[in-house]
């Protein structure tokens, strides 16, 4: 259902039963899918593809070209998964030559005002609170909760299953499983709550406190934390992905308790 005073693009591939509400701007090569809602003032550029049952509020301006310096008007796009919703006020940017989008998983929630810049990568079921800014091609893994007004630095990873203070500088990437606060930010315990929430067993948050206890409490330094816990400690699939995010990482991974 179209409003006549909203603008759609005769390009623009939009599901029959999508509502678009006044004053919405939908441009060119432009795809939104079965059941979405799009509230009045949203503007939605060139290069956006929205999965079905996706609500966006009033506000909202997705697909805007990348703050990048170095974009060159190569053709990139917005990637927006099934029912996700996008509070107002949003910005998201398209990609650049880098990776060549930006994308929002399923069942997300981004609050108002947040912005997510271009090439970032963020997963399914994660909340991003209000204010929360992040910049080029970071990387959140599924389930991770980031409070608000939140600064993420570029390149950065968030691991899965992840809660993070409202208002903290992030600046290191953040492993699996962990509550992350203070300033500088810092490992701040196991997320227990998130995970029993998601229906992880006691037992396997105990393992997972132990993977930590020798990464944070043990004294050593990352490369000898994860050898001896590849040597002492079982392998299993929330153990075997902590020691790939460690080993992986950039920036190198937020530090224990200060």
């Known amino acids: 259902m179209k409003q006549p005073l909203a603008y759609v693009h005769p390009e623009a591939k939009i599901a029959p039963n999508v509502v678009i509400e006044p004053f919405v701007t939908i ?3 432009v795809e939104i899918g079965e059941g979405t809602r799009i509230g009045s003032n949203v503007t939605i550029l060139e290069g956006t593809r929205i999965g079905r049952n996706c ?3 009033p506000g909202a301006v997705i697909a805007g070209v990348p703050q990048d310096l170095k974009f060159k008007g ?8 099934d029912n996700t919703t996008i509070r107002e006020c949003v910005t998201i940017n398209r990609g650049t ?9 399923d069942n997300c929630l981004l609050m108002a005002y947040v912005h997510v810049a271009h090439d970032c990568v963020i997963g399914n079921n994660i909340i991003i609170s209000n204010a929360t800014q992040i910049a080029g091609e970071v990387r959140v893994d599924d389930y991770a909760v980031i409070g608000g007004g939140t600064l993420i630095h570029q390149f950065t990873h968030i691991g899965a299953h992840v809660m ?3 208002g903290a500088l992030v600046n290191k990437d953040i492993p699996p499983f962990v509550k992350a606060a203070r300033h500088p930010i810092s490992y701040a315990g196991i997320n227990s709550i998130g995970l029993r929430r998601r229906n992880f067993t006691n037992e396997t948050i105990r393992d997972i406190q132990e993977i930590y206890r020798y990464l944070y409490l043990s004294g050593m330094n990352n490369s000898d934390a994860i050898e001896r816990i590849e040597a002492e400690l079982p392998a299993t699939k929330e153990r075997d992905e902590i020691i ?13 308790y200060l």
Do not use: H, M, P, Y
């Open 55 to 57: 609500q966006i509020f």
């Open 244 to 256: 790939l995010f460690v080993k992986n990482s950039q920036r190198g991974i937020i530090k224990g």
């Open 27 to 29: 441009d060119k090569n």
């Open 74 to 81: 190569e053709d990139t796009i917005v990637e927006i998964g």
């Open 164 to 166: 993070i203070q409202g």
């Open 97 to 105: 030559a880098s990776k060549g989008k930006t994308v929002i998983g």
